[in-house]
Nanobody, 118 residues
Framework: QVQLVESGGGLVQAGGSLRLSCAAS????????MAWYRQAPGKQRELVAV???????NYADSVKGRFTISRDNAKNTMYLQMNSLKPEDTAVYYC????????????WGQGTQVTVSS
């Protein structure tokens, strides 16, 4: 059993910053790629950023230069530093991870709300 728990969401004014965390726990042998997704009301879930086990990263064009994804493999935790937030960043943010238990499974967190006011 693997759990992913997000934290750090909240309400912030445009131009502000937030830092999201995603902590994985349970019977974990190793974690492959981890990613942040978001889903705004009435829209499909979209990929925000992804980080491999080796630390390579990739970002959606809409957040490049503003968001930074990172991870602490020793703590099985992933982060998303969000700067220069815009109202269009408002969404529920979900973490996702490929976890080896030792069987590879795809896991999701429950989501954390980020609201950016104008």
């Amino acid at each position: 059993q693997v759990q992913l728990v997000e934290s750090g969401g909240g309400l912030v004014q445009a131009g502000g910053s937030l830092r999201l965390s995603c902590a994985a726990s349970g019977s974990i042998f190793s974690i492959n790629s981890m990613a942040w997704y978001r889903q705004a009301p009435g829209k499909q879930r979209e990929l925000v950023a992804v980080i491999t086990s080796g630390g390579s990263t990739n970002y959606a064009d809409s957040v490049k230069g503003r968001f930074t994804i990172s991870r602490d493999n020793a703590k099985n935790t992933m982060y998303l530093q969000m700067n220069s937030l815009k109202p269009e960043d408002t969404a529920v943010y979900y973490c996702n991870a490929g976890v080896v238990t030792p069987y590879l499974g795809n896991y999701w967190g429950q989501g954390t709300q980020v609201t950016v006011s104008s």
